[in-house]
């Protein structure tokens, strides 16, 4: 069981020295802000559409979904943000 969870381990250190090696911004805007803030506003419009699916969208919904949007783009800005310094830590500064 232990030489299992040492490659997981081993495969999981290349993966994030790969990540590592694309770049700042690339964590940031890619994996931060597309990948998790995006997700995260498709599952919050999910779950929207789900409590009310037939709702037609109003003028104050419209602002609420334009504000999910941007806050959804900055938890995805500071979770890229939070990788970052993760890996930094991790492998080093340049």
């Known amino acids: 069981m232990s030489n ?3 490659r997981w381990r081993e495969r999981r250190l290349l993966r994030a ?5 694309k770049g700042r911004a690339r ?3 890619l994996n931060g802000v597309f990948f998790f803030g995006g997700s995260l506003f498709l599952l919050y419009n999910a779950i929207d ?3 009310e699916p037939a709702a037609r969208p109003t003028p104050s919904e419209i602002s609420w ?3 999910a949007l941007a806050g959804c783009a900055v938890a995805g800005y500071l ?8 890996l930094e830590r991790t ?3 340049r």
Do not use: K
Not at 17 to 21: C, E, P, Q, S
Not at 79 to 86: A, E, F, H, P, S
């Open 17 to 21: 020295g790969a990540l590592y090696r």
């Open 4 to 6: 299992l969870f040492h």
């Open 91 to 93: 492998f080093g500064g």
């Open 65 to 67: 979904f334009c504000a």
């Open 49 to 51: 559409y789900f409590v």
């Open 79 to 86: 979770y890229g943000l939070m990788t970052w310094r993760q």
């Open 27 to 29: 964590v940031l805007w």
